[in-house]
């Protein structure tokens, strides 16, 4: 498997640090720039931050564990059910803002249950900075925050709205967010535009039932341990706050038509509340032994939908053979139609092959001053900007996301050649240029860039800076 799609976006933001862009805030182009700078542009690079956050997150967990009074077995179990869940297993093999979101959403939780269990203020400074930095990452926290909100005034904690020490957390949380906050009002809302594209292009295909069939998926085996968990929130006064409050997420996700990852961190913490009531009913060493290697046996046949350790086409082969047996999952994409791979795993295919032809048509020109490189979507661009930097090739350009934010007005001196990467050569395109010629295409069928091709379209019919200028307003103007 190659870089994910998304993991060519976050890495070319960190070439172009800011407060924030399109589809994220700014936090994940911080931490890719960190990392680029210590190791370069590398699969390394691109998997360490991750990899060692899965460590922290898997403690934090335990820690919860702990906090609900569960003894080492309540701990370890908690480790074990969190690590051996789909969600798991894929969100930290992959550079994005959704494993940073399941440590928040979890360390937020955590907060507020030493609050819960304390009542002293200092966790609410705490809880303060923590949202603050979350929103940073991901706006997804808003609807933890919005249903605690909410949750509160029926609780025995209700006088925290006249407490000083809650608006100084809230003051807290919004001067950490405050310069995406600024950035986003400046840029007239982007978030917006993006929700609605989003809507438009992938969430009217989640109905209510994909998504209640996500949290099970997701879960695995560890949903009864989740489930456990609730119950026993529910049943405890104290507790009850907790239980009510990740109910009103999850309802709340499913009536705005959310994806079912969207929901995925409130699940941890009540992995470690369910592992603690197992933990106190399961006294038996054997039992509890043989009930963590039930865990780690039973995840065993779906480990290669969390971890793509084998071949792509032996995935695909293997998928199919599950298929045979009446058990189809996770080959749903975003558009509502099933393919031969995950989602994620077609989208970590083809990256190279798009990189060669886009450095073999770049090496071939007369003129690489004269010569810009163009790809329709942020995964074509940041694929050949970042791997083929090593050549000292330019970065590509793209209109769509935050690359849109750093097209040059105008090229000096003219265009005379362009590199230009789609699934198809657009008409302007073809009018404009006089030779063209295609230089390769991703013939993967298990590729999402399926069907990419790269081509190399020279000595324009009339100025490409007029071109240009026209193709901006329109975009702009869209």
């Known amino acids: 498997m190659e870089f994910h799609r998304d993991e060519l976006l976050y890495f070319s933001l960190s070439n172009h640090l800011d407060l924030g862009y399109a589809s994220v805030p700014p936090m994940i182009s911080w931490i890719a720039w960190i990392s680029k700078s210590i190791f370069g542009f590398s699969p390394f690079a691109v998997k360490i931050f991750p990899a060692l956050l899965s460590g922290v997150f898997v403690y934090l967990t335990a820690m919860i564990a702990k906090e609900f009074k569960g003894g080492f077995y309540a701990q370890i179990l908690t480790a074990v059910a969190v690590m051996c869940t789909p969600l798991s297993l894929r969100a930290f093999i992959l550079f994005q803002p959704v494993p940073l979101d399941l440590f928040f959403w979890t360390l937020t939780l955590f907060i507020v249950l030493k609050y819960v269990n304390t009542e002293k203020t200092e966790w609410l400074y705490y809880l303060g900075l923590t949202l603050g930095l979350a929103l940073l990452n991901k706006y997804l926290i808003l609807i933890l925050i919005f249903v605690l909100l909410l949750v509160i005034p029926f609780t025995r904690h209700r006088n925290l709205f006249l407490s000083k020490h809650f608006y100084a957390s809230v003051a807290i949380a919004l001067l950490i967010w405050s310069p995406n906050l600024y950035w986003q009002i400046s840029n007239d809302f982007p978030v917006i535009t993006h929700m609605a594209q989003l809507e438009e292009t992938q969430l009217r295909n989640v109905s209510k039932w994909s998504f209640v069939k996500g949290q099970l998926l997701m879960l695995y085996t560890s949903f009864v341990i989740a489930a456990i968990g609730l119950m026993a929130l529910l049943k405890q006064q104290k507790y009850r706050m907790l239980g009510a409050l990740i109910i009103g997420v999850v309802i709340l996700l499913m009536l705005l038509n959310a994806k079912d990852y969207y929901a995925a961190g409130v699940y941890p913490f009540l992995i470690a509340a369910g592992s603690v009531t197992v933990a106190s009913n399961l006294t038996v060493f054997w039992k509890r032994l043989f009930l963590i290697i039930l ?184």
């Open 295 to 478: 865990f780690i046996v039973l995840v065993l046949p779906i480990l290669p939908l969390g971890i793509p350790f084998m071949k792509p086409q032996k995935i695909a082969n293997y998928l199919d053979q599950l298929e045979e047996i009446g058990i189809d999952i996770g080959r749903n994409h975003e558009d509502g139609q099933k393919y031969p791979l995950p989602q994620d795993y077609a989208d970590m295919l083809g990256w190279y092959e798009i990189a060669q032809y886009a450095r073999q048509a770049y090496d071939s020109v007369d003129s690489q001053e004269t010569t810009i490189i163009y790809g329709e979507n942020y995964g074509l661009a940041g694929a050949v900007s970042l791997i083929n930097k090593e050549y000292g090739h330019p970065e590509a350009l793209s209109f769509f996301d935050a690359f849109g934010y750093w097209v040059p007005e105008s090229f000096d001196p003219e265009i005379k050649s362009l590199i230009y990467i789609n699934d198809e050569l657009g008409s302007d395109v073809a009018q404009l240029f006089k030779e063209i010629e295609m230089i390769g295409e991703v013939t993967d069928p298990l590729s999402r860039q399926y069907g990419i091709k790269v081509y190399l379209c020279q000595n324009p019919r009339r100025s490409f800076n007029e071109f240009w200028t026209e193709t901006l307003l329109r975009v702009r103007n869209d």
